[in-house]
């Protein structure tokens, strides 16, 4: 059977990978795999979308609005006065979540009489952004704040279901997502895209 020397093989050699080549590839692998671990950090800490819900936040926030959450900020502090913070109601995680106001932080006392509010004795109306207060609910007596308890309020004072209504309450610290950092204007274009202050 001399004729088998020149013709068709169909059987390839096993090459393999180098040293080189295998360190290459698992660079690669590993580049990739750490970009995804990075972008999936940054969106889970920075980049959770929702959307605002009524009227209770404008001039601020207009219903519609999409705002950002920084969730990362209260891993290290706690929530400041005049945050506009992103919660659950009691935790109730069949909610829809929450946008307000930081009005009282912990140790704080929020008394809402004849229309004015007092955070430890002193009148509080955010440089006249608020109105007359209509209903001064679980604040009309005064209420001091526990540790871990925030005291909000929406900045459309007598449009906003918050802290003053008994199914709100109070809001504990372990219940709220993040600090609202970033809007985007609604379709109906009222509000305008920015930083929220």
């Known amino acids: 059977m001399a004729g088998r020397r020149g013709g068709l093989n169909f059987y390839k050699k096993n090459k393999r990978l180098s040293r080189e080549q295998l360190i ?31 009227a209770s936040m404008e001039p601020t926030l207009y219903n519609g609005e999409e705002i950002l959450i920084d969730r990362f900020q209260y891993f290290f502090s706690e929530p400041d006065r005049d945050d506009v913070i992103v919660f659950l109601p009691n935790g109730n995680t069949n909610s829809h979540y929450y946008v307000k106001r930081v009005l009282g932080i912990p140790g704080d006392t929020v008394l809402i009489k004849d229309g004015m509010i007092y955070v430890n004795g002193k009148i509080y109306d955010r440089n006249g952004l608020f109105e007359r207060a209509a209903d001064g609910g679980t604040a009309k007596n005064g209420l001091t704040l526990g540790e871990n308890e925030f005291f909000v309020l ?12 008994g199914n709100i309450g109070v809001v504990r610290k372990e219940y709220i997502l993040g600090k609202a950092w970033f809007a985007f204007t609604s379709d109906e274009g009222l509000g305008e895209s920015g930083f929220i202050k």
């Open 154 to 165: 929406g900045d459309n004072l007598n449009d906003s279901e918050d802290s003053r209504s």
């Open 24 to 54: 290459g590839i698992f660079s690669y692998v590993f580049l990739g795999l750490l970009m995804c671990f990075f972008a999936f950090t940054c969106v889970y800490l920075f980049g959770i979308r929702t959307s605002i819900i009524g």
